[in-house]
């Protein structure tokens, strides 16, 4: 059985930090590619950051260039977001993703909230 558990969220002040983590099992974690989304309520879920299993390359949304660090531990089967300067506009449910021989798998949600 796949499973993604998301940690990490919580309440943060605006140019604040956090890191998010998601623990997977029951797939080849290094053949995965790993992503990060994001969703608000009524709103489509969006991606915010990607990282391949090949070479580990990175993609991200405009808007957390430079702010957002995606990467990934193999040896643990866990990937992050480090996410620095926070704005409010950052709030929501953060759903991690994976991509593995065609299977796709979601994780449960971790919810950010940022606010003074």
């Known amino acids: 059985q796949v499973q993604l558990v998301e940690s990490g969220g919580g309440l943060v002040q605006p140019g604040g930090s956090l890191r998010l983590s998601c623990a997977v099992s029951g797939l080849p974690f290094d053949r995965a590619t790993m992503s990060w989304y994001r969703q608000t309520p009524g709103k489509k879920r969006d991606l915010v950051a990607l990282?391949?299993?090949?070479?580990?390359?990175?993609t991200y949304l405009d808007s957390v260039k430079g702010r957002f660090t995606i990467s990934r531990d193999n040896a643990q089967n866990t990937v992050y977001l480090q996410m620095n300067n926070l704005k409010p506009e950052d709030t929501a449910m953060y759903y991690c993703?994976?991509?593995?021989?065609?299977?796709?798998?979601w994780g449960q949600g971790t919810q950010v909230t940022v606010s003074s």
């Open positions: 990282i391949t299993w090949l070479d580990s390359a990175t």
């Open positions: 993703y994976a991509v593995n021989s065609q299977k796709t798998y």
